[in-house]
């Protein structure tokens, strides 16, 4: 496939007039062999007038065929080959077997999704029989879910593949049966184009209805903007910047039908070295965190940017240890000039302040864009009284919290905003520290991990991706694993409908193999 | 149980200073026997710091006691016995044998959201097992579902019982194991006073910690401005009108952490008279459409405001069979003065606009704040050009839109806003006409009845009382039937935690009796 610089409107290829170029991270200069069209409002407007023309039709296709579409951009993604891989990586200036592994999740994902499709426990059936007989007579009551209609994706520019055009938000909406409208991110766009391209082929090759998928491009705010007004969109995915998150939650929520947004955000995700763990065996906890913490230029929502331990010879040894291990760190390209600037002051700010001690930092950049690793430490006792020191940091920055006790230990994770994850590393004679500590944690992050680390969030169906405000706008959700599908369903209820008017699923005996909640009890029939 | 006129902050009666009266509607006089206590700023604030402390002692306590703690306030609630009733037809306007019905309601409610506590499948466990041997290694995830944490709820001025003190948005909320502080109507506050004594009576006995439930109460907008806008409040439940709604979720969407807000606000609730139900039995549909229309003074959020029928002589009969029925319509007593003067305004608003033509009105009122019931009519072209004409006039008014043919009912059902529910009335020979309005409908409303009447909403499993904005502001959920408990919870999963550390549903085997997604396979264990 060939790129144009074309966006894609309902399976069709357009652009005209004003171009943008992607840029090179890694050399620090434009890619200058195509140019990429700016979608109009026009352009916007069509695409969503297509998905919701699209939207009826595709809810209602037999859940085969929506598992098939689902596959079928897959095995396209795939056989974009390595001209997707090189695009990718020169757009984001990630590494190869990075996009390589990407790739493999995002193609996994679809699967996953398209096996989610017939697995179909999402529709999560009810059924309550009527008694003519009553007083007054009970009528007969059956519940499904149904698609919440358009959705808006944003491309996140720290996933070019796994949570941008064919990510995450796009499998898990298009698996619950409602079409999408992509956002290109403004820093892939060849990898947008490549992967759009596999969707609209994929889509005509199945079947669907043209308006299940449309990809808009642009800079700027202006395009998101009017994507998330337009009102034949119900519902919006992202994952980014708080700023741009809260954004999005802002145009939504005035709308003249207010509308879900999920974003994904911003977190620090704390990670806790309790006692006997730090003790015995705090070498490899330090090995094990810096390695996260660096893992992908420290570009991803889970990095472990915050670590809590009591003071003593156990922490100052450990701070030993990781300063001299990100004292050997080499710089990585950061995935965008904004990034990096922003790294850039974030670390510097925090190397600025005067409680906060930069206990070491990787080696030296030499090439455009880089990242330098940075460790900080501080009392808690500072922490607690800088609530600013909270502010996620994006890339390989992170801080220790030196807790004087126990009490300010959980004073300290008690202000904490809310995280996607928290880390417990723990021995057997830390349990009742950690058994302490779980029902904070609870209140707090989406997801609890004992000895392991953040970085790295399996997709499967016991996965939670989401965590309270700000990780999250909706901490009700998750934006990886199956249960994300749940966020673009909601209930529709039929009352005394006659069987033939019936979705099939909910006729008598029609449930096979589906959990129904008969009259009350639950049945796997 | 005496009145005191105070309210009860964690377990303990308080106020102090200003009162305010309760009104009698049916007297169109105010109750003087007592003064009822404004809560402050402090009072609110106790009322949230004291919930907050309880949720995790409530959280974590075994399902059993909480499911007795639910059964209790519904015993409770029944032990006040006729004082109950009386206090709350005099502060409501409302006849004996509804308020009876309403108690019921509300104490069946009560114990089936118990049973629902017992059940406990909105855990919604899920078990990806490890693989260590996996490049990279597997994790072993768990997921559960917890409660958000306290929860604010308005009562509701249209059910002093079964949507306000102990109605379902509280039953719902304990039930998923929040907190609840709610803020009473100041149309009933006798009523919420009685009711909250019986919550904190029952909390007590049952050793529920003292938070878990507070009443505050006063009149005006501040206090559940106060009460929305606390940092520890975590998800709101409200029943009443649109703008009422509509600024609540203003003040939580402005919080530096937004919460959902779960309003149920306004609805005009379409009936869809389809040509050979109309011809075959007109009569008795406009005897049915009367009877649910007047019920309870109209004041159902599932009121049939609009009825749309194709233009001809089946539906003039059907107008002058309803007009006679309705020009026959004894006056109500309305909820409140506030209430019965928007009435007035609303229906004299549709009676002075030239396209509108007034049916019938019922028999002129002569007590204080009586509705006088009423019938319009107007044609699709005109209701398509007026979009005004679609706000809910709440009470007994409702429009009977002539449509010239079927094109031009479908535009009429496609302008509408969102609705709780749609109802087709229908002959078998209508099937391919309903087939054909299902995709529409099922995109516009959250409950769809064949040959009834959408007032009279069962309490159960089946049940969706939802629907797309401004029905309600979270269209994905329900405020009626078990479902709506999945509204106060979010899922935490769990990874590589030691057993022992483990909520004991997600340790090995420890799922008795709950449905388990065990590695992608869904088991009733």
Same mark, same amino acid.
């Given at each position: 496939?060939?790129?144009?610089?074309?966006?894609?409107?309902?399976?069709?290829?357009?652009?005209?007039?004003?171009?943008?170029?992607?840029?090179?991270? !890694?050399?620090?200069?434009?890619?200058?062999?195509?140019?990429?069209?700016?979608?109009?409002?026009?352009?916007?407007?069509?695409?969503?007038?297509?998905?919701?023309?699209?939207?009826?039709?595709?809810?209602?296709?037999?859940?085969?065929?929506?598992?098939?579409?689902?596959?079928?951009?897959?095995?396209?993604?795939?056989?974009?080959?390595?001209?997707?891989?090189?695009?990718?990586?020169?757009?984001?200036?990630?590494?190869?077997?990075?996009?390589?592994?990407?790739?493999?999740?995002?193609?996994?994902?679809?699967?996953?999704?398209?096996?989610?499709?017939?697995?179909?426990?999402?529709?999560?059936?009810?059924?309550?029989?009527?008694? #003519?007989?009553?007083?007054?007579?009970?009528?007969?009551?059956?519940?499904?879910?149904?698609?919440?209609? #358009?959705?808006?994706?944003?491309?996140?520019?720290?996933?070019?593949?796994?949570?941008?055009?064919?990510?995450?938000?796009?499998?898990?909406?298009?698996?619950?049966?409602? #079409?999408?409208?992509?956002?290109?991110?403004?820093?892939?766009?060849?990898?947008?184009?490549?992967?759009? !391209?596999?969707?609209?082929?994929?889509?005509?090759?199945?079947?669907?209805?043209?308006?299940?998928?449309?990809?808009?491009?642009?800079?700027?705010?202006?395009?998101?903007?009017?994507?998330?007004?337009?009102?034949?969109?119900?519902?919006?995915?992202?994952?980014?910047?708080?700023?741009?998150?809260?954004?999005?939650?802002?145009?939504?929520?005035?709308?003249?039908? #207010?509308?879900?947004?999920?974003?994904?955000?911003?977190?620090?995700?704390?990670?806790?070295?309790?006692?006997?763990?730090?003790?015995?065996?705090?070498?490899?906890?330090?090995?094990?965190?810096?390695?996260?913490?660096?893992?992908?230029?420290?570009?991803?929502?889970?990095?472990?940017?915050?670590?809590?331990?009591?003071?003593?010879?156990?922490?100052?040894?450990?701070?030993?240890?990781?300063?001299?291990?990100?004292?050997?760190?080499?710089?990585?390209?950061?995935?965008?000039?904004?990034?990096?600037?922003?790294?850039?002051?974030?670390?510097?700010?925090?190397?600025?302040?005067?409680?906060?001690?930069?206990?070491?930092?990787?080696?030296?950049?030499?090439?455009?864009?880089? !990242?330098?690793?940075?460790?900080?430490?501080?009392?808690?006792?500072?922490?607690?009284?800088?609530?600013?020191?909270?502010?996620?940091?994006?890339?390989?920055?992170?801080?220790?919290?030196?807790?004087?006790?126990?009490?300010?230990?959980?004073?300290?994770?008690?202000?904490?905003?809310?995280?996607?994850?928290?880390?417990?590393?723990?021995?057997?004679?830390?349990?009742?520290?950690?058994?302490?500590?779980?029902?904070?944690?609870?209140?707090?992050?989406?997801?609890?991990?004992?000895?392991?680390?953040?970085?790295?969030?399996?997709? !499967?169906?016991?996965?939670?991706?989401?965590?309270?405000?700000?990780?999250?706008?909706?901490?009700?959700?998750?934006?990886?694993?199956?249960?994300?599908?749940?966020?673009?369903?909601?209930?529709?209820?039929?009352?005394?409908?006659?069987?033939?008017?019936?979705?099939?699923?909910?006729?008598?005996?029609?449930?096979?193999?589906?959990?129904?909640?008969?009259?009350?009890?639950?049945?796997?029939?």
């Amino acid at each position: 496939m060939t790129l144009t610089g074309q966006f894609f409107i309902a399976g069709e290829r357009r652009g005209a007039g004003e171009t943008f170029h992607a840029y090179d991270p !890694g050399k620090g200069a434009s890619i200058e062999d195509i140019g990429f069209f700016t979608s109009t409002e026009q352009d916007i407007a069509d695409a969503c007038a297509a998905a919701e023309e699209a939207a009826v039709a595709y809810a209602n296709l037999p859940l085969e065929r929506r598992a098939v579409f689902l596959e079928a951009i897959a095995s396209e993604i795939e056989a974009l080959g390595d001209a997707l891989l090189s695009r990718a990586c020169a757009e984001s200036g990630l590494p190869l077997p990075r996009m390589t592994g990407e790739r493999g999740r995002t193609c996994g994902q679809l699967r996953l999704f398209a096996a989610e499709v017939r697995d179909g426990q999402w529709l999560k059936l009810r059924i309550d029989h009527g008694d #003519p007989r009553r007083t007054p007579p009970k009528p007969d009551l059956r519940l499904r879910m149904i698609p919440l209609g #358009p959705v808006a994706v944003f491309g996140a520019s720290n996933f070019p593949l796994a949570f941008s055009t064919a990510g995450g938000d796009t499998a898990s909406a298009l698996a619950a049966g409602c #079409p999408v409208v992509v956002k290109g991110h403004p820093a892939h766009p060849g990898t947008a184009e490549l992967v759009a !391209g596999a969707i609209t082929k994929a889509a005509a090759d199945t079947g669907m209805p043209a308006g299940v998928f449309s990809l808009v491009t642009g800079t700027g705010n202006a395009i998101g903007a009017a994507l998330v007004a337009d009102p034949r969109i119900q519902a919006v995915g992202f994952t980014g910047s708080r700023s741009g998150g809260e954004a999005l939650m802002k145009i939504a929520a005035s709308r003249p039908q #207010p509308i879900p947004v999920y974003a994904e955000m911003s977190a620090i995700n704390p990670v806790i070295l309790l006692p006997n763990a730090l003790a015995n065996r705090g070498k490899a906890l330090a090995a094990g965190y810096v390695a996260s913490l660096t893992m992908g230029s420290g570009q991803f929502c889970t990095n472990p940017g915050l670590v809590l331990a009591l003071e003593g010879p156990d922490l100052d040894a450990f701070l030993a240890e990781a300063g001299a291990l990100v004292e050997a760190q080499a710089p990585q390209t950061m995935l965008t000039a904004g990034i990096h600037s922003a790294y850039e002051k974030g670390s510097a700010a925090l190397a600025a302040t005067p409680e906060v001690i930069t206990v070491a930092r990787g080696i030296h950049p030499t090439g455009p864009h880089e !990242g330098r690793t940075a460790l900080f430490s501080v009392a808690a006792r500072d922490w607690l009284a800088k609530p600013d020191l909270q502010h996620e940091v994006f890339g390989t920055s992170s801080i220790v919290v030196r807790c004087a006790d126990r009490a300010q230990l959980l004073e300290v994770l008690r202000g904490l905003e809310g995280q996607l994850t928290a880390t417990l590393h723990m021995d057997e004679a830390d349990n009742d520290d950690a058994r302490a500590l779980l029902p904070v944690l609870e209140r707090k992050v989406g997801r609890i991990l004992a000895n392991g680390w953040p970085t790295g969030v399996e997709v !499967g169906h016991a996965i939670n991706h989401g965590g309270p405000y700000p990780a999250t706008s909706d901490g009700r959700t998750t934006s990886v694993g199956t249960l994300a599908v749940d966020r673009f369903l909601r209930p529709v209820a039929y009352q005394d409908m006659p069987e033939s008017l019936l979705p099939e699923a909910l006729r008598e005996g029609g449930q096979r193999g589906m959990i129904t909640r008969l009259d009350g009890a639950w049945h796997l029939s």
